[in-house]
Nanobody, 123 residues
Framework: QVQLVESGGGLVQAGGSLRLSCAAS???????MGWFRQAPGKEREFVAT????????SYADSVKGRFTISRDNAKNTVYLQMNSLKREDTAVYYC?????????????????WGQGTQVAVSS
């Protein structure tokens, strides 16, 4: 089993930055990690993903150039650095883990999920 705990969410003004963290425990070896988000009334959507060794990453078009995903396997932690935040980035952000890496993952491909952390961007 894998347990995921997100942190780092909060309220920020448009144009600001936040860094989300996801601490993993349990059987974490060789897992690809992803970040997804869900805004009120909308479906959960892909944000970014990173392979086990960090050599492959992929981003949703809406965040490309503004968000950066990274990981520190020694700390079993994945990060999402979010810069130039926009109001439309407001959502609950979820960390997820999967045995398989995909450049365009679907939430259904991730069996392990954290509880989410709220990000709110004000104008």
């Amino acid at each position: 089993q894998v347990q995921l705990v997100e942190s780092g969410g909060g309220l920020v003004q448009a144009g600001g930055s936040l860094r989300l963290s996801c601490a993993a425990s349990g059987r974490t070896f060789s897992l690809a990690m992803g970040w997804f988000r869900q805004a009120p009334g909308k479906e959960r959507e892909f944000v970014a993903t990173i392979s086990w060794r960090g050599g492959s990453t992929s981003y949703a078009d809406s965040v490309k150039g503004r968000f950066t995903i990274s990981r520190d396997n020694a700390k079993n932690t994945v990060y999402l650095q979010m810069n130039s935040l926009k109001r439309e980035d407001t959502a609950v952000y979820y960390c997820a883990a999967s045995v398989y890496y995909s450049d365009n993952p679907s939430p259904s491909g991730y069996p392990y999920w954290g509880q989410g952390t709220q990000v709110a961007v004000s104008s």
